[in-house]
T-cell receptor, first 114, second 112 residues
Framework: GAGVSQSPSNKVTEKGKDVELRCDPISGHTALYWYRQSLGQGLEFLIYFQGNSAPDKSGLPSDRFSAERTGGSVSTLTIQRTQQEDSAVYLC????????????FGPGTRLLVL | SQQGEEDPQALSIQEGENATMNCSYKTSINNLQWYRQNSGRGLVHLILIRSNEREKHSGRLRVTLDTSKKSSSLLITASRAADTASYFCATGRIQGAQKLVFGQGTRLTINP
């Protein structure tokens, strides 16, 4: 079946603008994760959704970052008033259940804030 | 502090040789996973080893886990140019926040 998809693939924006990044997880996967990866670095956890439970937002770097997951499927990561340090690849992953299972990653959205 | 630490940070070998990458972690884990990333985009899951397992194989991959030393190793045998990528370990914790914690990765280059 289809894998995790993300859109857009690339996004260039100006400092101070808001951006929305979208993630479509694998159908039937109850867990969804957002990560950020700066150039040449490892993955930084941002937020985790599991079913109807309250999301784990412990990785969000500031209150400019928010995410929602509608209907237990599609998720949107919103960055308000973008800053240059927000430039990174934003990766989404989904898994059948929680973190004890394999995560399947999307191709990522490369965000560049000018 | 970083949970998973891969070692070395970069590794360059000749095609056909074996490549070994190591991962160390600090807290008790439920499982440890290895992922591969090509060209800075999406990660591909390679293998998952649970805390009660010591060794696991998948094709040319062999993963070991030593919970007493809090370390794991990934061995790629008979390397190929297509194995050139970054390799990350990720740990699933027993307690605390339920998320995978990734290391900084090992950049592997296979020279033809």
């Amino acid at each position: 079946g289809a894998g995790v998809s993300q859109s857009p693939s690339n996004k260039v924006t100006e400092k101070g603008k808001d951006v929305e990044l979208r993630c479509d997880p694998i159908s039937g996967h109850t867990a969804l994760y957002w990560y950020r990866q700066s150039l040449g670095q490892g993955l930084e956890f941002l937020i985790y959704f599991q079913g109807n439970s309250a999301p784990d937002k412990s990785g969000l770097p500031s209150d400019r970052f928010s995410a929602e997951r509608t209907g237990g499927s599609v998720s949107t990561l919103t960055i308000q008033r973008t800053q240059q340090e927000d430039s990174a690849v934003y990766l989404c992953a989904s898994s059948l259940a929680g973190t004890q299972e394999t995560q399947y990653f999307g191709p990522g959205t490369r965000l560049l804030v000018l | 502090s970083q949970q998973g630490e891969e070692d070395p940070q970069a590794l360059s070998i000749q095609e056909g040789e074996n490549a070994t990458m190591n991962c160390s972690y600090k807290t008790s884990i439920n499982n440890l996973q290895w992922y591969r990333q090509n060209s800075g985009r999406g990660l591909v899951h390679l293998i998952l080893i649970r805390s009660n397992e010591r060794e696991k194989h998948s094709g040319r991959l062999r993963v070991t886990l030593d919970t007493s030393k809090k370390s794991s190793s990934l061995l790629i045998t008979a390397s190929r140019a297509a194995d050139t990528a970054s390799y990350f370990c990720a740990t699933g914790r027993i307690q605390g926040a339920q998320k995978l914690v990734f290391g900084q990765g090992t950049r592997l280059t296979i020279n033809p």
